[in-house]
């Protein structure tokens, strides 16, 4: 608690907050509070709810890897659902640091100054201190530190930094910036989270956009709920790389570009070998309100032997809404040689009277990957999956 141990000691520098702290944060100045990071702006929502972080809560919708291996028979790709944990996931873990955030900062800052605003306060024996730096009108840097204060020598270490950008802002928590989550320091600090790594991050956030490129390096991911056997856990907990980029226009659509190591059960995979996994989600609101959407993605290394090359799969799926998660109505899976040719492959639609066919998938998304030809397969080489480009999708501004 170095801050408000040595609070009296820069009390002629700074201007203390009044009665040490209280339950609000009207002793904050607004450009700062307004500069915050908040996790209503970094998430990647691809429905309403993602942006809530009450909807993470300690709880996330359990790991299914059963659900979604890639090749044939049982297994099948569910790529919206891919999809999905993996936004579950990076977004649970950016939650994990901007909950101490959010927890400190709703009360007074206990020190402030022209160019400086700090705040600090205890929870479970976790000293949490969060302090924004001014650097211009519009630039403002953030660093969340903290500590043990149970620990025999307890000291405030670094797990989070960043800055923002707020020029052209136009409400609280807009601008552009980046973040850098150290896992590992994380960890040190708090035994209980389990994870390792660091996740950076660029961000783009505005009144009418967002997009986050978010790169993970060597990260030992939690396991939450999950619903598979212990050594399946140990592989998920495996050390990954990966690197995603989110971007959404409400109200219009989005996409999500996904380059990921993966453990597929399908084929059989005793090993918990990872696979590199290319993967392309867009979405967009329909002219009646429905959400028209699909998944493109291709699997290669891992347990995959000769003759198969790769496993390609398409999921085309639609919602309701913007508030609610799509579900399937089409998908096809399928492993190719090294010439293209389809070894084994499977597709299913919900068109009853159409059989498995690509009729349900929306035109607006191009032509459908065929079970038996690799003519019209996704264009993967022609998209950049190193690097921060969005991944376009209909009707775009």
């Given at each position: 608690?170095?801050?408000?141990?040595?609070?009296?000691?820069?009390?002629?520098?700074?201007?203390?907050?009044?009665?040490?702290?209280?339950?609000?944060?009207?002793?904050?100045?607004?450009?700062?509070?307004n500069a915050a990071p908040a996790y209503s702006a970094l998430a990647m929502d691809q429905t309403a709810a993602d942006t809530s972080s009450a909807s993470?809560?300690?709880?996330?919708?359990?790991?299914?890897?059963?659900?979604?291996?890639?090749?044939?028979?049982?297994?099948?790709?569910?790529?919206?659902?891919?999809?999905?944990?993996?936004?579950?996931?990076?977004?649970?873990?950016?939650?994990?640091?901007?909950?101490?955030?959010?927890?400190?900062?709703?009360?007074?800052?206990?020190?402030?100054?022209?160019?400086?605003?700090?705040?600090?306060?205890?929870?479970?024996?976790?000293?949490?201190?969060?302090?924004?730096?001014?650097?211009?009108?519009?630039?403002?840097?953030?660093?969340?530190?903290?500590?043990?204060?149970?620990?025999?020598?307890?000291?405030?270490?670094?797990?989070?930094?960043?800055?923002?950008?707020?020029?052209?802002?136009?409400?609280?928590?807009?601008?552009?910036?980046?973040?850098?989550?150290?896992?590992?320091?994380?960890?040190?600090?708090?035994?209980?989270?389990?994870?390792?790594?660091?996740?950076?991050?660029?961000?783009?956030?505005?009144?009418?956009?967002?997009?986050?490129?978010?790169?993970?390096?060597?990260?030992?991911?939690?396991?939450?709920?999950?619903?598979?056997?212990?050594?399946?856990?140990?592989?998920?907990?495996?050390?990954?790389?990966?690197?995603?980029?989110?971007?959404?226009?409400?109200?219009?659509?989005?996409?999500?570009?996904?380059?990921?190591?993966?453990?597929?059960?399908?084929?059989?995979?005793?090993?918990?070998?990872?696979?590199?996994?290319?993967?392309?989600?867009?979405?967009?609101?329909?002219?009646?309100?429905?959400?028209?959407g699909r998944s493109d993605t291709i699997m290669t290394g891992g347990q995959l032997t000769d003759p198969v090359v790769n496993v390609q799969g398409v999921?085309?799926?639609?919602?309701?809404?913007?508030?609610?998660?799509?579900?399937?109505?089409?998908?096809?899976?399928?492993?190719?040689?090294?010439?293209?040719?389809?070894?084994?492959?499977?597709?299913?639609?919900?068109?009853?009277?159409?059989?498995?066919?690509?009729?349900?998938?929306?035109?607006?998304?191009?032509?459908?990957?065929?079970?038996?030809?690799?003519?019209?397969?996704?264009?993967?080489?022609?998209?950049?999956?190193?690097?921060?480009?969005?991944?376009?999708?209909?009707?775009?501004?």
């Open positions: 608690m170095g801050l408000i141990r040595n609070a009296l000691l820069a009390a002629p520098l700074v201007l203390l907050s009044a009665c040490g702290g209280t339950t609000s944060s009207s002793n904050a100045n607004s450009s700062f509070t993470l809560a300690l709880t996330v919708a359990p790991v299914r890897t059963d659900e979604q291996a890639l090749l044939v028979g049982d297994c099948h790709p569910h790529l919206f659902v891919r999809t999905r944990e993996v936004v579950e996931r990076v977004n649970r873990h950016l939650y994990k640091f901007l909950r101490h955030v959010e927890a400190v900062i709703v009360h007074a800052p206990k020190l402030t100054t022209g160019t400086t605003q700090v705040w600090e306060s205890v929870e479970n024996g976790i000293d949490r201190k969060f302090t924004i730096t001014k650097d211009s009108e519009t630039a403002y840097e953030w660093k969340l530190e903290l500590e043990d204060t149970t620990a025999q020598n307890p000291q405030l270490v670094t797990v989070f930094t960043g800055k923002i950008d707020r020029t052209g802002a136009t409400g609280p928590h807009q601008g552009s910036g980046d973040v850098t989550l150290d896992l590992t320091a994380l960890h040190g600090v708090i035994p209980a989270e389990k994870v390792q790594g660091q996740i950076s991050a660029t961000f783009d956030s505005t009144a009418t956009s967002r997009k986050v490129d978010v790169t993970a390096t060597n990260v030992t991911w939690d396991v939450v709920n999950p619903t598979v056997d212990a050594a399946t856990i140990t592989a998920l907990e495996q050390p990954r790389s990966g690197h995603y980029v989110y971007f959404r226009e409400p109200g219009t659509g989005g996409s999500l570009k996904i380059q990921d190591q993966m453990v597929f059960l399908c084929p059989a995979n005793p090993t918990f070998k990872l696979a590199d996994v290319d993967l392309v989600s867009r979405w967009y609101k329909f002219t009646d309100g429905t959400v028209h999921t085309c799926h639609e919602s309701a809404n913007e508030t609610t998660v799509e579900t399937e109505s089409y998908w096809m899976m399928k492993a190719e040689n090294a010439t293209g040719g389809t070894v084994v492959g499977k597709s299913w639609s919900s068109d009853a009277v159409g059989g498995a066919t690509a009729s349900a998938c929306d035109a607006a998304f191009d032509v459908v990957p065929d079970l038996n030809d690799n003519t019209n397969d996704y264009k993967f080489a022609l998209i950049n999956f190193a690097d921060g480009s969005v991944v376009p999708f209909p009707n775009m501004k």
